[in-house]
């Protein structure tokens, strides 16, 4: 089945040590998104890839960083994590462009739950 | 993209209809309104969405006002697995990637 895939499910770093979360994609979708959800809170959208081109949310810290080499992997890159860097990281994809709102429909990873000790 | 207010939780008994509002007032008529669940620990799964016509499919129904300002997602006979934080997005469809911005949602807590 086609679907986005995120490893690993659970990680957990150093505080101040790099971190690469993982996302790959079967569903040859040209949008890949990253979003951060903190405990008890709504995904937060960190950034996205159109196609190779990085589009970045103006609240998104530096310490964040994202490498998308080909159509099928993104990747999540925390230089210096910090506690409060602690969260679940969700991957999702979507088609664009489409004659309708269906083709927007974002898909998730399950997730990647971020420990920072 | 419309700010979307929703209750933060509602409580629904196994096998009935669970009805969730959504009060979406500033949508813009270009602006398409797309649910969300999300069931613990996983992500965020799409339900269903619609312009301005009431929208049906194997998992839920959409009923949109007639002013666009509010709408309300029904699930027929709701079942535990259903317990999840249901997500009201307003967001314009076919823009530059059709990103999503999630608001605090419902926690829906299906009861036998």
């Known amino acids: 089945d086609a679907m986005v895939i995120q490893n690993p499910r659970y990680q957990v770093t150093q505080f101040g040590k790099p971190v690469t979360l993982s996302c790959s994609q079967t569903l040859n979708h040209n949008v890949m998104y990253w979003y951060q959800q903190k405990s008890s809170q709504a995904p937060k959208l960190l950034f996205h890839y159109y196609d190779k081109d990085f589009n970045n949310e103006a609240d998104t810290p530096d310490n964040f960083q994202s490498r998308r080499p080909n159509t099928s992997f993104c990747f999540l890159d925390i230089r210096s994590p910090g506690l409060g860097d602690a969260a679940m990281y969700l991957c999702?994809?979507?088609?664009?462009?489409?004659?309708?709102?269906?083709?927007?429909?974002?898909?998730f990873g399950p997730g990647t739950r971020l420990t920072v000790l | 993209d419309a700010k979307t207010t929703q209750p933060p939780s509602m409580d629904c008994a196994e096998g009935r209809a669970a009805n969730l509002p959504c009060n979406h007032s500033t949508i813009s008529g270009n602006e398409y309104v797309y649910w969300y669940r999300q069931i613990h620990s996983q992500g965020p799964q799409y339900i269903i969405h619609?312009?301005?016509n009431n929208e049906t499919n194997e998992m839920a129904s959409l009923i949109i006002t007639e002013d666009r300002k509010s709408s309300t997602l029904i699930l027929p006979h709701a079942t535990l697995r259903d317990t999840a934080v249901y997500y009201c997005?307003?967001?314009?469809?076919?823009?530059?990637?059709?990103?999503?911005?999630f608001g605090d949602g419902t926690t829906l807590t299906v009861k036998p």
């Open positions: 999702a994809t979507s088609a664009y462009p489409g004659p309708s709102g269906r083709d927007n429909e974002q898909f």
């Open positions: 619609g312009l301005k």
């Open positions: 997005i307003v967001r314009v469809a076919n823009t530059n990637a059709g990103k999503s911005t």
